[in-house]
């Protein structure tokens, strides 16, 4: 398996647990890139833990490897047409994996996922690992 992939929380999360068939996908992979947002979302969740400081430690090991997107303007166009589509096909999906998708689409990367509200957002290119 070749290719770009743009990570959600949920497959960094299994990843960083440690999950094997994460680490074996990851290393048939050309390029990992994960966005600000999911940064973001793992900062919370270490915060909100009972074991914060070993879980942000990790985190901050993780961010320094990783290739992180942020948002621009490119991002927000995209994010307020797939909100705007969600809307007209009377689906919503939360705020932060709109983000996601925007990116994802932005850079022509392939979402890996576990959330399956993803296939709500169209023309995103999506596994689910």
Not at 8 to 16: E, G, H, K, N, S
Not at 22 to 50: C, K, M, N, P, W
Not at 80 to 94: F, Y
Request: one cysteine or more; a negative charge; hydrophobic letters at 40%.
């Amino acid at each position: 398996m070749n290719g770009r992939y743009r990570l959600d929380t949920t497959i960094v999360v299994a990843m960083l647990r440690g999950d094997p068939a994460i680490s074996q996908r990851l290393g048939e992979t050309d390029e990992v890139f994960i966005s600000s947002i999911v940064l973001g979302e793992l900062y919370y969740g270490a915060r909100h833990s009972a074991r914060a400081e070993e879980n942000l430690a990790q985190i901050e090991t993780f961010a320094t490897e990783a290739r992180v997107i942020s948002c621009d303007r490119g991002t927000a166009d995209r994010y307020g047409r797939i909100k705007n589509r969600l809307r007209i096909k009377g689906r919503s999906i939360p705020e932060n994996d709109i983000w996601i998708a925007a990116t994802a689409q932005q850079h022509g990367l392939t979402l890996v996922s576990r959330d399956l509200h993803f296939q709500e957002v169209n023309d995103l290119t999506l596994e689910t690992w």
